[in-house]
Nanobody
Framework: QVQLVESGGGLVQAGGSLRLSCAAS????????MGWFRQAPGKEREFVAA??????HYADSVKGRFTISRDNAKNAMTLQMNSLKPEDTAIYYC?????????????????WGQGTQVTVSS
């Protein structure tokens, strides 16, 4: 088992930045590939970014604006979000899965945090 807790969400104006964090506890963090997903009101949860150890993966909608990173020594992952847009408004979830792709499928992730709200005003 691994427990995941997100933090860092909030309200920001369009064009601003936020940094989300995901703290992990339980099983060895380095054994897992990590991802970020988001769910906007009335929409299905969608892939945002993933760290598969040697490679990072991004949804086209956030490529060039968001950066995922992890620190295995601290059992932590972050999502730096720049140039935020109103359409980035959603609940953001961190998730963990075993190694092996693909990394964009929600169904492949075994562990989930409770989510943190990000609201971008226009």
């Amino acid at each position: 088992q691994v427990q995941l807790v997100e933090s860092g969400g909030g309200l920001v104006q369009a064009g601003g930045s936020l940094r989300l964090s995901c703290a992990a506890s339980g099983r060895t963090f380095s054994r897992f590939a990590m991802g970020w997903f988001r769910q906007a009101p009335g929409k299905e949860r969608e892939f945002v970014a993933a760290d598969s150890g040697s490679t990072t993966h991004y949804a086209d909608s956030v490529k060039g604006r968001f950066t995922i990173s992890r620190d295995n020594a601290k059992n932590a992952m972050t999502l730096q979000m720049n140039s935020l847009k109103p359409e980035d408004t959603a609940i953001y979830y961190c998730a963990a899965k075993g190694w092996g792709g693909p990394y964009y499928l929600e169904v492949d992730y075994d562990y989930w945090g409770q989510g943190t709200q990000v609201t971008v005003s226009s």
